[in-house]
C-alpha cells in the first residue's frame, strides 16, 4: 500500500486560505484516485474533494465548492487541497486517501473506496 503524510493545517482566520499537501511514498500516485475527507468534533468523517488519477475528472462537495480546489503532480507524488475564503465551519482534521484500483478517469467520493489514508492533519478556522 501506499504510505501518504498530509502536511500545511494550522490556525487562520475566517477569509484566510490554506494549501494542504499529501505526499505519497512506496508506490507511484498516478495508478491511484485520490481525494481529501475531514472530519470534525463529533461528527462523521466526509468527503471534501476527489480527483481522478488522470487528474482531469474532479468531484467536490457542496459545500466547498467554488472555494477549494484539488490538484495532484503525479512528478512529485503529490496531491493538493487548496482552501480559499475559508468558514469557522472548514474547522476539521483533514486526511487524504487513495484508491489503488480506480479507473483511469473514476472520481470516488465514499470512504468504503479508498485503502490508503494518511494520519491527518488539523485545521482550525477562527471567527
Known amino acids: 500500500q501506499v504510505q501518504l503524510v498530509e502536511s500545511g493545517g494550522g490556525l487562520v482566520q475566517a477569509g484566510g486560505s490554506l494549501r494542504l499537501s499529501c505526499a505519497a511514498s512506496g508506490r507511484t500516485l498516478s495508478t491511484h484516485a485520490m481525494a481529501w475527507f475531514r472530519q470534525a468534533p463529533g461528527k462523521e468523517r466526509d468527503v471534501v474533494a476527489a480527483i481522478s488519477r488522470s487528474g482531469y475528472n474532479t468531484y467536490y462537495a457542496g459545500t466547498v465548492k467554488g472555494r477549494f480546489t484539488i490538484s495532484r503532480d503525479n512528478a512529485k507524488n503529490t496531491v493538493y487541497l487548496q482552501m480559499n475564503s475559508l468558514k469557522p465551519e472548514d474547522t476539521a482534521d483533514y486526511y487524504c486517501?487513495?484508491?489503488?484500483?480506480?479507473?483511469?478517469?473514476?472520481?470516488?467520493?465514499?470512504?468504503?473506496?479508498?485503502?490508503?489514508w494518511g494520519q491527518g492533519t488539523q485545521v482550525t478556522v477562527s471567527s
Open positions: 486517501a487513495a484508491n489503488p484500483t480506480a479507473a483511469y478517469s473514476g472520481v470516488y467520493s465514499l470512504a468504503s473506496s479508498y485503502v490508503s
